[in-house]
Nanobody
Framework: QVQLVESGGGLVQAGGSRRLSCAASGRSFSRYAMGWFRQAPGKEREFVAAISSIGGRTDYTDSAKGRFIISRDNAKNTVYLQMNSVKPEDTAVYYC?????????????????????WGQGTQVAVSS
């Protein structure tokens, strides 16, 4: 099993940047594919970005492409979401998620139901 703790949320001005971190406890972090999701008030949780367990393959929702960067440091058991050029519509609670791939592979996963482990979330508020 793995436990996830997000950090880095807060208030940021439109056009600014913010880096979210997700620290994972437990063993064999490198076999987990990781993802970031977000949930805005009154809306469903949605996919933001994903990264494979190995190989560094990534995917993004269309609104994040060119602005957000997902990365991971397996030595630190941490996944990051670098948010650049943020917009008011990026305001949401951001959740980190992990999928145990059993055997590390180069796939990424974008479906909420594909992830078995979730953090508690970190709030990001973008002011205009």
């Amino acid at each position: 099993q793995v436990q996830l703790v997000e950090s880095g949320g807060g208030l940021v001005q439109a056009g600014g940047s913010r880096r979210l971190s997700c620290a994972a406890s437990g063993r064999s972090f490198s076999r987990y594919a990781m993802g970031w999701f977000r949930q805005a008030p009154g809306k469903e949780r949605e996919f933001v970005a994903a990264i494979s367990s190995i190989g560094g393959r990534t995917d993004y929702t269309d609104s994040a492409k060119g602005r957000f960067i997902i990365s991971r440091d397996n030595a630190k058991n941490t996944v990051y979401l670098q948010m650049n050029s943020v917009k008011p519509e990026d305001t949401a609670v951001y959740y980190c998620a992990a999928k145990d791939t059993r055997y590390s592979n180069s796939r990424y996963y974008t479906g909420i139901d594909e992830y078995g482990y979730w953090g508690q979330g970190t709030q990001v508020a973008v002011s205009s």
